[in-house]
């Protein structure tokens, strides 16, 4: 049952260097196979480094391919390094620094200038009389709405005339009297 | 320029260092230190003897373009093999599209690690032999943990996995190894079984 998770605390040990808790350990004494893992475990290294040496002799000795090794020379001596980290030079940095400074200085003093000399009143009445002159309506305006105003009025006559010619039409036909109760719509 | 005598001596990261200098007499020392590494680390995720000759020989060009990239403050081998791990994943993307369109019978085969084992591809009963029939993955973590003595962290790294993921891996890559070569010799003359669980986990 603890034989998965032994030998996963006997390979923590080896990898960590941590010492294996004591019911490992007991599971260890008395399992065979996780004891034969643990004897695996701490022999490989040795092992395997016995091996290397043999091992690495059977593969084979490649060549250089001459041909681009030399390409490759005569290209790299003209490259000049790459600057990994982004770095803050000072006197780059320092020059920023003035910049912002002489920016808010132009700005205070020359654009948000502060409160001026007051004016006399002659030069005040001068001021509203030609606001006065800039606001007022011209005189070709007043005549414009006058004719408006009053073609309107002539055009509320005749309909008035319309409707009483139609009153009296309708009182002498149908022998009625029709009377005017309240007074007529302003839009009328 | 260096002498014959001293370049030998030198670490890889000093190498390495040199050949970021402009010395390619240093590079092609790394590379001759590694290229039989390199080889049989590709070997068994790739078709052939010559297309894992062609891959150790493109990463090393790789390499060798992108050295002013290296870092001396880490491994060399980290920087190589996290460079040969990209380099292969796209030649085998490459190589399984080549090997899809001859016919899905022959891509099995060639991915098989039984059948390239019964194809007399691993003659030899030695561990690393065995180790090559295992998964890829496994045996790249194997190979990397007790091949180039690589830290857990160094392997995830380069491998672009998680530490986890990692010592998953070389747990499973353990027990299966373990099941193919058979346990280790020359521990049987243990007594006890306490004694011998005391000598394996205690040291």
């Not at chain 2, 030198?10 to 790394?30: C, I, K, V």
């Not at chain 2, 090393?60 to 093999?81: C, V």
Request: aromatic fraction near 8%.
């Amino acid at each position: 049952m603890f034989c998965n998770l032994t030998r996963w605390l006997i390979s923590r040990a080896e990898d960590r260097g941590k010492k294996m808790p004591r019911f490992a350990e007991r599971h260890a004494a008395q399992c065979g196979a996780c004891r034969e893992y643990a004897r695996f475990t701490t022999s490989l290294s040795a092992r395997l480094s016995t091996e290397t040496p043999e091992f690495l002799a059977k593969a084979p000795d490649s060549p250089w391919d001459p041909a681009a090794w030399a390409a490759e020379g005569a290209g790299r001596g003209t490259r000049a390094p790459l600057r990994r980290r982004f770095v803050l030079h000072p006197y780059p940095a320092a020059a920023a620094v003035l910049v912002v400074a002489a920016s808010a200085l132009v700005f205070f003093l020359v654009v948000r200038p502060g409160p001026g000399p007051g004016l006399t009143s002659a030069e005040k009445q001068e001021v509203i009389a030609s606001l006065k002159s800039v606001t007022a309506v011209p005189a070709e305006f007043r005549g414009a709405i006058a004719e408006a105003e009053s073609s309107l009025a002539k055009e509320r006559l005749i309909l008035e005339n319309s409707v009483l010619s139609a009153v009296e039409y309708f009182q002498t036909r149908l022998n009625i009297r029709i009377e005017r109760t309240k007074e007529a719509p302003k839009s009328l | 320029m260096i002498d014959p005598g001293p370049i030998e001596k030198m670490t890889d990261e000093e190498l390495a260092r040199e050949a970021r200098a402009g010395s390619r007499r240093s590079f092609e020392e790394l590379a001759l230190r590694y290229k039989r590494r390199l080889f049989v680390y590709f070997r068994p995720r790739l078709g052939s003897d010559q297309d894992a000759e062609d891959l150790v020989q493109e990463t090393f060009l790789k390499l060798y373009r992108n050295i002013h990239n290296y870092d001396p403050a880490f491994r060399f081998s980290t920087w190589l093999y996290t460079s040969a791990n990209r380099l292969a994943i796209s030649s085998y993307r490459r190589k399984k599209i080549a090997v899809g369109r001859l016919g899905p019978e022959v891509a099995d085969a060639s991915a098989d690690p039984a059948v390239r084992a019964a194809a007399g591809e691993t003659r030899s009963t030695g561990l690393w032999d065995a180790a090559r029939t295992l998964g890829r993955n496994q045996y790249r973590v194997l190979w990397l943990r007790y091949g180039e003595d690589l830290t857990i962290e160094e392997i995830a790294a380069s491998i672009g996995k998680s530490r986890l993921a990692v010592r998953l891996l070389l747990h499973r890559a353990r027990t299966n190894l373990m099941k193919r070569a058979g346990p280790a010799p020359g521990r049987a003359a243990a007594t006890t079984k306490a004694a011998a669980v005391r000598e394996t986990l205690l040291g």
